[in-house]
């Protein structure tokens, strides 16, 4: 029996260190896995966007940064693509990532020079030249494509691995004659992200502006949105006046929240605006009328109109009892 005992307790002791190892190594392959994740295939570029305007036959060079801020050697591959307007409508490229693919009416990807893959060191910086031949015979207007960096694998021929890559947009205007069109399809007062006129605080407020591109070249409105409580006014803001201003892509819409400050309390508000857009300095103006009446006020207001009601209620019924009794005293 003891030696039986003993038997189970060494088989039990055994199994108890082969789990413990094998828990202790898919750990530790598991924390090398994740070590590697994050310090390879990381890559940064600058600049996110560039602007820039050519003449038919012109030839121009973009340059982008891209750095390895991780601790191992990165293999990268520069890849080509065209964009077009994501259907969100918030100014996101949506991505065209068949490389056989191009962009119907706006395809830079057909101006551009393919670009090598390189090495980057840890920690290496390197200054990549994008080069551009806009074709003698190009028509005036814009054209718009990515340049993505994507880690591959040195021993895989190439391939892209699953790490994300970075992405360098070009915006490019070609000069010539072309016609701008921007439309204001929507100005509306929001609460809480809800389309509304009669808003129950002053909480939460803001503006959707949403405009539409009916040209063949990208467009970047810009201006004022001031809001007027009587005759003061309480709030100003600018609208897409940095210095590089979002843009509107041709055959397509783009709208903006914009956040409407010191709406303070009961009342009558006016929103108004001014937007500037195009290579002439066209303008486009919106006004937009809203009411701030606080639920307490409406509550109150009710108290007070069923107070009003039943009084007159108590009114009615009293003269008519009054009436009563004359009658029967006669």
Do not use: C
């Not at 991780?70 to 991505?95: T, Y």
């Not at 895989?156 to 399809?185: C, D, F, H, Y």
Request: glycine share 6%; no cysteine.
């Amino acid at each position: 029996m003891r030696t039986r005992q003993s038997i189970k307790n060494i088989a039990a002791a055994s199994l108890v260190a082969v789990v413990g190892l094998s828990v202790a190594f898919v750990g530790q392959s598991y924390a090398q896995q994740a070590a590697t994740s994050s310090t390879a295939n990381t890559l940064k570029v600058s600049p996110l966007r560039t602007d820039v305007t050519a003449d038919p036959g012109e030839t121009k060079t973009v340059k982008i940064i891209v750095t390895n801020p991780s601790n191992a050697e990165v293999s990268v591959k520069p890849i080509q693509n065209d964009f077009v307007a994501d259907d969100k409508e918030d100014g996101s490229p949506a991505i065209i990532l068949d490389e056989n693919e191009y962009s119907k009416s706006n395809s830079l990807k057909r101006f551009l020079v393919p670009l090598e893959s390189f090495n980057l060191a840890s920690g290496e910086t390197k200054v990549v030249e994008a080069t551009i031949n806009v074709p003698s015979n190009a028509e005036a207007g814009g054209y718009f494509g990515a340049i993505r960096f994507a880690p591959t694998a040195p021993d895989a021929g190439g391939q892209v691995n699953m790490s994300p890559s970075v992405a360098s947009i070009i915006l490019l205007r070609v000069n010539g004659q072309v016609s701008e069109k921007l439309e204001l399809t929507d100005f509306q007062v929001l609460q809480d992200s809800k389309a509304t006129n009669y808003l129950l605080s002053d909480q939460s407020v803001s503006m959707l502006v949403r405009f539409k591109n009916n040209s063949k070249v990208q467009l970047a409105p810009f201006g004022s949105i001031s809001v007027q409580k009587g005759d003061k006014v309480v709030y100003n803001a600018n609208f897409n006046n940095s210095e590089q201003k979002d843009m509107v892509l041709p055959a397509s819409a783009r709208r903006w929240e914009v956040p409407l400050k010191d709406i303070d309390g009961f009342g009558k508000y006016t929103v108004s605006a001014t937007f500037t857009y195009g290579s002439a300095n066209q303008t486009l103006e919106a006004t937009q009328v809203f009411w701030v009446i606080p639920l307490p006020i409406i509550i109150g207001s009710l108290i007070g109109l069923a107070v009003v009601i039943g009084l007159i209620v108590l009114l009615i019924v009293r003269s008519k009892r009054q009436k009563g009794s004359i009658k029967l005293g006669k």
